[in-house]
């Protein structure tokens, strides 16, 4: 059995070969080493993006490829109250899972337990991370979780072995025995300093840590930090006292924050001493990912004040790469360097370190001037084709790569996905093309639209809400059919709920009003296809044709032109093409029709862009009257016009509607691209032909008409939106 293949990063390589080896000293995809371009004073780089772009996947990628080979930490922030167990992601191969920390204490053990085995002991940090993580007495659960947090750092400092589990129990068992006795001093009359609730634990956690080792280094260190306030003429214990504010919260937790981060520099630059500087010994990487989460700023907020003050004694070279979803409000970070991945790249024959200050010079004593933002972007077609180089050649769609871009816009996630799922059929000696990709499976047997849709939009309840809110044309609709299918939820407005979690997830900027609630064009296709592939049956109000009659029946009772072609795409939704071509025919020829041409060209072109009913469901675009009772996707052949015999009710500008009404709802398609597309070209070519032969049938809108004729196709082959002629001069 051959070894497990690791995934690869496609368009990542400005960063992941260039700048990072530019800050470790270590080229990324080989075993040797590289000169370090930075100095002494190393920037913090925040790799920005939406869901999917992958953040995540970078850090990944430096954890397999710099793991073993310098200290690396790698924690993944969560929530506050988010159950950590389900954010582990395991490890691919030969790398590291991101260990997840949920408050800034939390982020600092994790990292103390990645690079405590490299690095050695930390005698200052060490204690201060005990000293504020008590719990209060008769608090299982909070003594439970605390103990597990001591337990990894105990085993990985050396101070105690055994498994995770065991030693929790034994710290748990030592603490409590230490407390009861303390307890029974009290009770012998014996003075015992305890302030609140959590001093007793406290007191009996450093009292164990310190039979495991001496305290007195981290004693003095933390008393020469603090002041002792007036009038008091003992010198409380400096461990305690440090505790003790940590508990009171506001000020006194963010100075007691940013002492454990001084501490975590000072001791870090001190362990890289002389021996280290001459073997040329490689800084550690911490990898921090979802940095946007409030641990992870304040992680970061403080490491780069400690870094922006001139006064400091000891300068760190720590690697430090951080993720973060959406961008960077210019407000919050002022002086920090924007730099694209391009920019990464050395000039061809220039000085690599006068590539390093082109990125990055601190300019200022703000602490943001300490950093790198790189928003990471979509890839581009070139990375997809070299995704599916992994298949046979003969197995694919010439065009497959440039469709696929195409449908997710280089969106790394879902790009992925897809690829993969293209080479799993591949695989099985099956061919593909571009209007397969939504309807693949991937290896594990899985729809991709299911899969994609479960990683991109990880709330079920609202997944649930938008794979059905999403066929609606606006907030207002989308509000009447959440409550016609009575979506219940702890929000007053379900569908406003929904748009907001996407706004969260920084899929959109704000809650459209006007507008069909998802925006993003690849998670609306995702949306929709998942929607049509888990419709049931017909009967169920919840099934496709369901909702796209209520939805019908919503707009029919506006009177407005908008309201009647959204009415008639929803017919259309549903495989009802002879009730839209029959609407449109009898605007065609009717009086009104002689005042503008514009409403039935918009009418016209917003029924094209409706979405094909589930294959096999009732409704028949070819015939609603032969007889069928399952809709089959036969729209190149109606258009072309193949099935004129059925069609001998309708006059010739009825056929002609009919005809062109097809060609158009067929270029809508996401793969229906005139340039990778015999069919979309041939389409496009019958769009221009059906408009020139309705202009010559028609008195008033014949120059109109015309204009469309020429200008449609053109904008059909541009994937562009159809223009609309003014009706002026008709």
């Excluded at 933390?222 to 919260?249: I, M, S």
């Excluded at 002022?334 to 391009?342: I, N, T």
């Amino acid at each position: 059995m051959g070894k497990p293949q690791t995934p690869l990063l496609y368009g990542r390589d400005p960063l992941v070969g260039s700048l990072i080896p530019s800050l470790t000293g270590l080229a990324y995809d080989e075993r040797a080493r590289r000169k370090r371009e930075f100095g002494d004073d190393v920037p913090v780089i925040l790799l920005t993006g939406q869901h999917g772009l992958g953040r995540s996947a970078v850090l990944d990628g430096l954890a397999r490829h710099y793991h073993k080979r310098l200290p690396l930490a790698h924690v993944r922030v969560v929530v506050p109250g988010e159950s950590t167990a389900v954010r582990v992601v395991p490890a691919q191969p030969g790398g590291v899972p991101a260990a997840p920390a949920a408050d800034f204490v939390q982020v600092l053990e994790r990292i103390v337990c990645a690079l405590a085995p490299g690095l050695g002991l930390f005698p200052v940090l060490l204690p201060g991370l005990f000293a504020v993580s008590g719990w209060f007495l008769g608090d299982a659960d909070g003594r439970d979780a605390i103990c597990a947090r001591h337990a990894r750092l105990l085993i990985a400092c050396g101070l105690l072995a055994g498994g995770e589990r065991d030693v929790a129990r034994q710290w748990s068992e030592r603490v409590e025995a230490s407390v009861a006795e303390a307890a029974g001093a009290v009770a012998a009359g014996i003075e015992v300093e305890d302030d609140d609730g959590s001093q007793p634990v406290t007191a009996a956690i450093l009292r164990e840590l310190q039979s495991l080792r001496g305290l007195a280094p981290a004693r003095n260190w933390y008393g020469q930090r603090h002041t002792t306030p007036d009038g008091v003429t003992t010198k409380p214990d400096a461990l305690l006292e440090l505790g003790r504010r940590f508990h009171r919260g506001g000020d006194y937790r963010h100075a007691v924050e940013n002492t454990l981060m001084a501490a975590f520099l000072e001791e870090v630059a001190a362990a890289y001493g002389l021996v280290r500087h001459l073997n040329r010994e490689p800084w550690p990487l911490i990898l921090l990912d979802e940095a946007h989460a409030p641990a992870g700023q304040r992680f970061l907020n403080l490491l780069l004040e400690h870094r922006a003050t001139s006064q400091r004694r000891h300068r760190d070279r720590i690697t430090v790469v951080a993720t973060r979803l959406g961008d960077v409000p210019q407000g919050e970070a002022p002086q920090a360097v924007r730099r694209e991945l391009a920019d990464l790249l050395p000039a061809v024959g220039g000085a690599r370190r006068k590539q390093a200050a082109a990125i990055w010079q601190r300019t200022g004593h703000d602490p943001s001037a300490g950093l790198v933002v790189v928003p990471l972007t979509p890839l581009g077609r070139d990375d997809v084709l070299s995704m599916l180089d992994r298949a046979s050649v003969r197995l694919l769609h010439p065009h497959l790569a440039s469709a696929l871009h195409s449908l997710t816009g280089g969106h790394p996630a879902a790009s992925t996905v897809l690829c993969d799922a293209v080479v799993h059929a591949a695989g099985q000696n099956r061919t593909v093309t571009p209007r397969d990709l939504l309807d693949l499976p991937t290896a594990q047997g899985r729809p991709v639209t299911q899969v994609l849709l479960e990683d991109l939009l990880p709330d079920r309840r609202q997944r649930d809400r938008l794979l059905v809110l999403c066929l609606a044309r606006d907030n207002a609709t989308a509000e009447a059919l959440a409550e016609d299918l009575g979506l219940d939820g702890p929000e007053q407005l379900p569908a406003n709920a929904a748009a907001q979690y996407l706004v969260e997830r920084q899929w959109q900027q704000s809650v459209p009003v006007d507008e069909p609630l998802v925006e993003n064009r690849l998670l609306q296709s995702l949306l929709v296809h998942e929607a049509r592939r888990t419709s049931p049956h017909p009967d169920d109000p919840h099934s496709w044709h369901q909702i796209h009659g209520f939805l019908h029946q919503h707009h029919r009772q506006r009177s407005d032109t908008a309201s009647e072609a959204a009415a008639l795409r929803h017919s259309l939704a549903t495989g009802n093409a002879a009730k839209v071509v029959e609407m449109l025919t009898d605007e065609f020829v009717a009086e009104e029709a002689e005042q503008s041409v514009e409403p039935w060209l918009i009418c016209l072109r917003h029924c094209a862009t409706a979405p094909t009913p589930p294959s096999g469901s009732a409704g028949s675009a070819v015939n609603p009257q032969d007889g069928t009772d399952g809709w089959s996707d036969r729209r190149v052949e109606i258009a072309l016009g193949e099935h004129a015999a059925r069609y001998t009710h309708l006059d010739e500008a009825g056929r002609s509607i009919n005809r062109l009404l097809h060609a158009l709802w067929y270029l809508s398609e996401p793969y229906a691209d005139a340039a990778i597309d015999p069919d979309a070209e041939t389409l496009c070519q019958a769009v221009g032909d059906e408009l020139g032969f309705l202009s010559r049938r028609h008195r008033t809108w014949y120059a109109a008409l015309g204009r469309a004729a020429r200008d449609w196709p053109v904008a059909a082959r541009r994937r562009q939106v159809l223009p609309v002629p003014a009706s002026e001069g008709s």
